[in-house]
């Protein structure tokens, strides 16, 4: 692992490099990773920095800076958008960098982020929610990448018959107040939903499902951002959602959720992620591409 001073636009940043990829974690906010590129593109960042955007809260302006952050699931303002706007502490350790949240007084919670090495390509991701409270708290961990502009999400949605006809529903999706299916950005297939990013259209669109299997993805000019993580029995947010897209003129959201539990004091509740870039070339998002092109390589 090699770590130096670095910049992402304005932001101040530890650049780490670890196994094929370029690491970049915010040290003035967050808990942010505002750079995340393959060894082989060092200079193509694949998640959208923006340090403008943001939801005015009774607490003060929340940016989302963008990148990649942790929240606790499910949604509530000003819950979700405590700040998170103040430096923090960066542990190095041996195979990898922990990023410690500050508290957050109000949620009685703190967050962290470890960011390591794992075998073969890629880096596994770490998210971790401890409960500061003296009562229980019920929630999930909810890892969030910004994504940069002008590519498409992949959610794998294949069929799982849940008895031997295959009379009872085995899928669904979720849906939010302001998504419109017909909606231009949006494809249902057999075995995928695809979400594109258009900078041209401001409206926001959300859609979430249980995926299956347990990955997603996000393809910009060649690269094939991959988030694979482990499936967790129990009650997932949003009508069972364990990867959520949002997109708007600005970026788009690829997020995985984990199951909701009820921690007790001091304890926590973690979910990793494991991060791959791909180098795929052209791709469209039509579902023979994907088999032949993405999917087949997740199993090297």
Not at 51 to 61: K, N
Not at 92 to 112: C, F, L, M, Q, Y
Not at 194 to 216: D, M, S, Y
Request: hydrophobic residues 40%.
């Amino acid at each position: 692992m090699k770590m130096e001073e670095g910049k992402v636009g304005d932001f101040n940043a530890k650049m780490i490099s670890l196994n094929d990829m370029v690491v970049g974690i915010a040290t003035d906010v967050g808990p942010r990773i505002l750079y995340v590129a393959s060894s082989e593109r060092s200079d193509f960042n694949l998640f959208g920095v923006l340090p403008d955007a943001g939801v005015q809260t009774a607490e003060g302006f929340w940016h989302i800076y963008g990148g990649h952050r942790l929240w606790s699931s499910p949604e509530a303002k000003p819950r979700s958008y405590s700040m998170d706007d103040r430096p923090v502490e960066i542990e190095v350790g041996d195979d990898g960098v922990t990023i410690h949240g500050n508290p957050e007084v109000a949620n009685s919670i703190r967050k962290e982020i470890t960011i390591k090495s794992f075998s073969g390509s890629g880096v596994q991701v770490v998210h971790v929610i401890e409960n500061m409270a003296r009562w229980p708290i019920r929630l999930g961990c909810w890892a969030l990448s910004a994504m940069r502009k002008n590519g498409f999400a992949v959610i794998p949605l294949r069929s799982s018959k849940v008895d031997e006809e295959g009379l009872l529903p085995d899928r669904h999706v979720s849906i939010w107040p302001y998504t419109d299916l017909s909606n231009e950005r949006v494809t249902f297939t057999r075995d995928y939903v695809f979400v594109r990013q258009n900078p041209r259209i401001e409206k926001p669109f959300k859609i979430g499902t249980l995926a299956n299997p347990w990955w997603t993805a996000y393809w910009v000019d060649g690269m094939a951002f991959v988030k694979q993580f482990s499936h967790e029995n129990g009650e997932h947010p949003d009508f069972g959602c364990s990867v959520e897209v949002y997109t708007n003129a600005d970026m788009l959201e690829l997020e995985t959720l984990g199951p909701l539990k009820t921690l007790n004091p001091s304890e926590r509740v973690q979910h990793t992620e494991t991060w791959r870039i791909l180098e795929v070339g052209k791709l469209k998002p039509e579902p023979d591409l994907i088999k032949e092109k993405l999917e087949v390589l997740l199993s090297k």
